[in-house]
Every structure is written in C-alpha cells, then in structure tokens.
C-alpha cells in the first residue's frame, strides 16, 4: 500500500490532487476534520483564497493540530495558495492572515497580478528530464529564500518552485496539467528525507 497522503479539502482544487497521488499509487484521502488529519502521514495544501483558507483553517478546529504536525515534521506540498500557507512571512496579506512558518520563505501575495494575468510556462525543474509545463493563476512571488531552502525552478520575477526537506511549495498549480511529476517529486521527497534521518540515527547510534 502506497503513502496515505491527505489533501486540505477546506477550499480550493481538491480533487485534483487526489487523482495526481493515486496515479502515482498513493492512498490520497480528503481533509476536513482533525480526525482526518490524524489519519494521514504527509499533507497537500491546494491553491485557492489564502486569507479565506486561513479562516477557514480556524473555523474548521484544523489550524492547531496541523500546526503541532507541521512542527512535528510532517511532509506537505503546498501550491500557489499552499505556498502562503505554509511561508514564513507573507506580504500584502489581511491583517489577521497568519501563516505556518513550515519553510523560511518570504512571499508576496498575487504579485504576478490579477485573474487576467494568468500565464503558462514551461520550467526546467531541478530533479526531472524535461521541462514542466505551469498554470500560474495570481500566484505569489517568492521574495526572500532562506538558509537550507532549495530552489527547484524559477521564472524572471523570482523562485517558483522549493523546497526544504519534505516541505516543497510551487507557486503554480502543479495539479492542472496532468503532469503528476511534481507530486512524485514531493513523495520522493519523503523518502529521501526519512533515509537521511535514519542514517544519521544510525550514525550517532
């Protein structure tokens, strides 16, 4: 049995999601509840309405106990809105916006403009053979990288595409192309992130 991989199912492209993770022969399961939550060993933040997500993630009962599973490690790949969620600081958020400081990133909401400012573009990604093709839809900027963060691919204005060890964020939506490379990438991702923890166990053992 694959990984079972939750999807935040409170806003946003849900559905998608789940059907990139059981391409790839996850268990994808949606989230809604803290009981969900606690069912699922890493976690996918879909694209949608940062600021309402985030209030969402309060009425929900969820904010508190994915915070305590982010801070313990858990895996999550977060997209376009995902990215903001997960940052450490957001520019040009609501006041009362909060975010879960899961990667040391600094990112500004919808700076490559609005709706009608969509673009696609294909993107060499660090890891795969050829490019990826990206669906932006008033996607955030990444400002400012972090010490230990990796940046995957980038366009002009700036990284669009990181990570941190099983934390990965693409200010795109992967999910939109039938591409599921980027969700292998982040299951990858896990993997390689365990096997590093358990030799250097093993190392100090």
């Known amino acids: 049995m694959g990984r079972r991989v939750g999807v935040l199912a409170l806003q946003g492209a849900a559905a998608r999601h789940v059907g990139a993770l059981n391409q790839l022969g996850a268990e994808a399961a949606l989230v809604r509840t803290a009981a969900d ?113 990796e940046v995957l691919a980038e366009v002009e204005a700036g990284p669009v595409l990181c990570r941190a060890g099983a934390i990965m964020v693409a200010s795109f939506h992967p999910e939109l192309g039938g591409d599921a490379r980027l969700h292998d990438l982040f299951l990858r991702s896990i993997d390689e992130t365990e096997d590093a923890g358990k030799s250097a166990r093993e190392r100090e053992g």
Request: charge should be negative; proline fraction near 5%.
């Open 37 to 149: 939550l606690e069912a699922v060993e890493a976690i996918v933040i879909p694209g949608g309405e940062s600021t309402t997500m985030s209030m969402l993630l309060d009425s929900s009962g969820l904010r508190a106990p994915l915070a305590a599973r982010l801070a313990e490690g858990m895996p999550a790949f977060g997209t376009c809105a995902g990215m903001i969620v997960l940052a450490s600081e957001v520019l040009d958020g609501r006041p009362d916006q909060r975010s879960f400081g899961a990667i040391d990133l600094m990112v500004r909401r919808n700076a490559f403009g609005r709706q009608r400012d969509s673009f696609e573009a294909d993107l060499d990604v660090r890891g795969l053979d050829d490019p990826f093709h990206a669906v932006f839809i008033r996607a955030p900027v990444v400002e400012r990288v972090g010490e230990g963060v």
